[in-house]
């Protein structure tokens, strides 16, 4: 798939491995360059796994529209479908046909 980023200092922190590591830690860091990889090497959306240690799951509520990957819990990495309207109230996401994502951010949302 295509990977977008929503801000350029997020381009730039995930483009290099050195600013990743100081952004997020060592091990952090890894498991981000992991579930990128996998990302990147589906073609659709559909076949980013759904079980561990990935763990695709869509969002819901203020965050209707946006994935979640699992990273080291309590983490997760968050985006959206980059080639589709993600937000349509009622509408569903055919993953099928989602062939890019904007990465939005690395963030741990049960607080």
């Known amino acids: 798939m295509g990977i977008t980023f929503r801000t350029k200092k997020l381009a730039q922190t ?3 491995a050195s600013a990743l590591r100081k952004a997020y ?17 589906a073609l659709t959306l559909s076949m980013v796994p759904t079980h561990p240690p990935n763990r695709r ?4 509520g ?18 959206e479908p980059g080639d589709m309207p993600a937000r349509k ?11 890019a994502i904007t990465i939005i951010e690395v963030i741990d949302y049960h607080r």
């Open 57 to 60: 799951h869509q969002l819901h």
């Open 25 to 41: 830690g060592d091990r952090m860091a890894r498991t981000i360059m992991t579930r990128l990889a996998v990302l990147r090497g």
């Open 62 to 79: 203020n965050r209707a529209g946006q994935y979640a990957v699992d990273l080291i819990h309590p983490h997760r990495l968050i985006f």
């Open 89 to 99: 109230a009622g509408v569903e996401i055919n993953t099928d046909e989602v062939t």
């Open 14 to 16: 995930f483009n290099s």
